[in-house]
């Protein structure tokens, strides 16, 4: 059983920032693929970004290459995701969750542990 809380949702104006920690417990993540995931109201999930636990390869989604970073804290098993120039578009319930497997998957399909999810909502 694998665990994730996360945390450091919130309101920002648009243009701002805002950093989503993820707390991972119960094994090890070596050989697991961390993702973060979005839903917005009447919206599917979709894939925002994912690493890879060793390598510590990263793979965005396009809507947000450029402005958001994911990143990992081995030893803290901890996975962030730093979100800069933040549009209103951005707004919805962000989920942590990990894949155990080493290949990259972008459908939420494939991942087997969920966070309960963070809001954050992005003004205009």
């Known amino acids: 059983q694998v665990q994730l809380v996360e945390s450091g949702g919130g309101l920002v104006q648009a243009g701002g920032s805002l950093r989503l920690s993820c707390a991972a417990s119960g094994r090890t993540f070596r050989r697991y693929t961390m993702g973060w995931f979005r839903q917005a109201p009447g919206k599917e999930r979709e894939f925002v970004a994912a690493i890879t636990w060793i390598a510590g390869n990263t793979y965005y989604a396009d809507s947000v290459k450029g402005r958001f970073t994911i990143s990992r804290d081995t030893a803290k098993s901890m996975v962030y995701l730093q979100m800069n120039s933040l549009k209103p578009e951005d707004t919805a319930v962000y989920y942590c969750?990990?894949?155990?497997?080493?290949?990259?998957?972008?459908?939420?399909?494939?991942?087997?542990?969920w966070g309960q999810g963070t809001q954050v909502t992005v003004s205009s």
């Open positions: 969750a990990a894949d155990a497997n080493i290949v990259v998957h972008t459908t939420a399909f494939e991942y087997d542990y």
